[in-house]
């Protein structure tokens, strides 16, 4: 049995690090990539071990640019990157707490009238309404802002579904108890709601700030100014030039920066997170 | 000061259920009331509207002379304790029972002296920081008590406060409750299923069955005269025997052959009315062949409860079960002659299941 056992571990760590492997390498690769000078790469013979430029590479992408005229520094970006995924985490958050909150604890006329429209949102994702958003937005003069990059993605149902989901299972007694504790509605949310929720509050932050990150086809439409535009774009601004080399170590470099953020939300979130998925105990 | 006072009050339900069809009565300052009956039977939702929980259709609740029945539950100088418990679980014990006050812009040195003193009339003082989570039911429940004292209301409600402990806690609780209530001098209204909890806990018991009450009275009275076949079934365990007989002339019925004395019968009924007669099964005495007034029964099997023992069989061909000390009666009995004290020989309408007692 024992035998077996660890053959059986065995065979598991062989599984799984090629599973690790299979992930990993192009992450190692970009890692490399970016550290070796465009000589190098251009050359075809990229070797599988860092090169001695990795200081350079990344200080000049993050804050002189691309040797191309027009680009922007990455750290501007990635600053603009930022403030857009931010602003999506929090104002979805913000929203679909107190549209959820409203639709589970009051009895106002229409009111699954009011949570169907929401729900039926669902089906109309940023890419099926774009060019009607678009002309919103460019109409209101949002174009090239963040509100303009923000506010047309933190308008969806899936924060409302999930948070009346959980609300729901949130016992009626403790609305009672807060009401003869002597708690208001706008109390009852503030000292029981919301501590109850922070752990899925957390997970949707984390969903929704990889979301904002990783946007592409809105920024876009919408960022016309390079001094605008967000990581994602930069990294596919600098590979398609048409008129010079491709600086392929530069580009490396923002992609391995473009893929931080989103793990160092996810580790500091990671036990929240989890919890907030998988919590059933209330 | 603090009398709860209920006049007509009614509960429609917006599809047209009537919940509580005008219930009436009155429980004095410092009184234990106790609400009981089957599920569904309206005791949860009369309490729920003296709460405040739930809006009152018709009537009037009053707590001390003030109609409350337009005040939020808050304002009503009330505290309840639920079935759950409904603690807060992100807050610590301390918290929990804090929580009212300083809603209510208590100080906080007055806070921390009555939740302290709460915690040491229960004996909680060692888990004031804790969670909720972290506490066993018995030790919730008295968090849940506590968060009750500590503000200080002119009445406490409870519903179903032990239906969620193990067997021996429930005992040990309710005791508690009742010694608490009698400290506190507080007026008290409980809702329960448990008739043993009603007994025991109340001194004005209420028996209430489909929206309507069935009785009041103290505890002794509801059970010594039952005003109705439901509540001669519902009170006492193990249930009253009911058994259908015929008058056969003043204070006395006839239960097939034979005939039983019934000192509490209402007088002018006419011979052959149709009726049921209840005995309460530890009411019954073992009597001797041939002696006045003995009915034959005969037992199909025993079951031992320890100190005592039930007999079940048949009497006058209907079901029955009788209760005696052990060692009372021999073990292999098979037939037993019984004789029931006239006075306690219970006697309802075969229709309405109305008590025909004397006025």
């Known amino acids: 049995m024992v035998e077996n056992r660890r053959f059986g571990d065995i065979v598991a760590y062989i599984i799984l690090t090629i599973g690790v492997l299979i992930v990993a390498f192009p992450v190692w690769l970009t890692f490399v990539a970016s550290t070796w000078d465009a000589a190098t790469i251009i050359n075809g013979q990229l070797p599988l071990y860092p090169g001695p430029h990795f200081f350079e590479n990344y200080y000049r992408i993050l804050f002189v640019g691309t040797s191309g005229s027009t680009r922007e520094p990455v750290a501007v970006m990635m600053f603009n990157s930022f403030v857009m995924a931010l602003a999506i985490a929090f104002g979805k958050i913000l929203i679909s707490v107190l549209s959820a909150y409203a639709v589970v604890y009051y009895r106002f006329p229409f009111r699954m009238a009011a949570f169907w429209i929401i729900f039926v949102t669902l089906m109309l994702p940023v890419e099926v309404r774009i060019f009607p958003t678009f002309k919103v937005v460019s109409d209101l003069g949002m174009l090239d802002t963040y509100q303009g990059l923000a506010v047309p993605l933190i308008a969806s149902a899936t924060g409302t579904l999930l948070f009346r989901q959980f609300f729901m299972t949130i016992p009626d007694e403790l609305l009672e108890a807060s009401k003869i504790d002597g708690a208001g509605p706008f109390k009852f949310f503030k000292d029981t709601v919301v501590p109850l929720s922070l752990t899925t509050i957390a997970a949707l932050f984390v969903i929704q700030f990889i979301y904002g990150w990783n946007q592409y086809l809105w920024p876009l439409l919408v960022t016309t100014k390079d001094s605008m535009q967000t990581i994602v774009i930069g990294i596919r601004k600098m590979i398609t030039t048409a008129d010079a080399l491709t600086e392929w170590q530069l580009a490396m470099a923002t992609a391995m920066l473009a893929m931080l953020p989103p793990v160092f939300v996810v580790i500091a979130m990671q036990r929240l997170f989890v919890k907030g998925l998988v919590e059933t105990e209330k | ?359």
């Open chain 2, 1 to 359: 000061m603090a009398q709860v006072t209920l006049s007509s009050v009614k509960k429609v339900y917006a599809g047209g259920v009537e919940a509580v069809k005008g219930v009436s009565f009155d429980i004095p300052d410092g009184g234990f009331c106790v609400l009981v009956g089957p599920s569904g039977c309206g005791k949860s939702t009369l309490l729920r509207m003296v709460a405040g929980l739930e809006t009152i259709s018709s009537g009037e609740v009053s707590i001390s002379g003030r109609v409350v029945n337009q005040i939020e539950p808050a304002d009503r100088d009330i505290a309840m304790v639920f079935q759950n418990y409904a603690l807060y679980p992100h807050m610590s014990v301390y918290d929990n029972m804090a929580y009212g006050l300083r809603n209510r812009g208590t100080p906080k040195d007055e806070i921390e002296k009555r939740v302290k003193e709460a915690a040491r009339i229960l004996a909680i003082e060692g888990l004031l920081e804790r969670r909720p989570r972290q506490l066993s039911g018995g030790q919730r429940q008295r968090v849940a008590m506590g968060r009750a004292i500590v503000r200080k209301p002119q009445v406490f409600l409870f519903d179903e406060p032990l239906s969620n402990l193990d067997a021996k806690l429930r005992v040990q609780m309710r005791v508690e409750i009742k010694k608490l209530q009698r400290a506190l001098g507080v007026t008290a209204i409980y809702v329960t299923h448990d008739q043993v909890e009603a007994m025991t806990l109340s001194d004005k018991l209420v028996v209430m069955n489909g929206g309507q009450v069935e009785q009041i009275g103290v505890p002794a009275e509801v059970y010594r005269k039952p005003a109705s076949r439901f509540v001669a079934t519902f009170i006492g365990s193990p249930p009253m025997n009911l058994l259908p007989a015929a008058i056969d002339g003043p204070g006395i019925v006839a239960l097939g052959d034979a005939l039983l004395e019934a000192r509490d019968l209402k007088q002018n009924l006419a011979s052959g009315t149709k009726v049921e007669v209840g005995l309460r099964p530890e009411d019954i005495e073992i009597a001797s062949e041939g002696q006045a007034g003995a009915l034959p029964f005969d037992v199909e099997f025993i079951e031992e409860l320890g100190a005592t023992q039930l007999f079940h069989g048949k009497l006058a061909g209907q079901p029955f079960v009788m209760q005696a000390a052990t060692g009372d009666v021999a073990a292999e009995a098979r037939r037993l002659w019984i004789s029931v004290d006239p006075d306690r020989v219970h006697v309802f309408d075969a229709q309405s299941g109305i008590r025909l007692g004397r006025e």
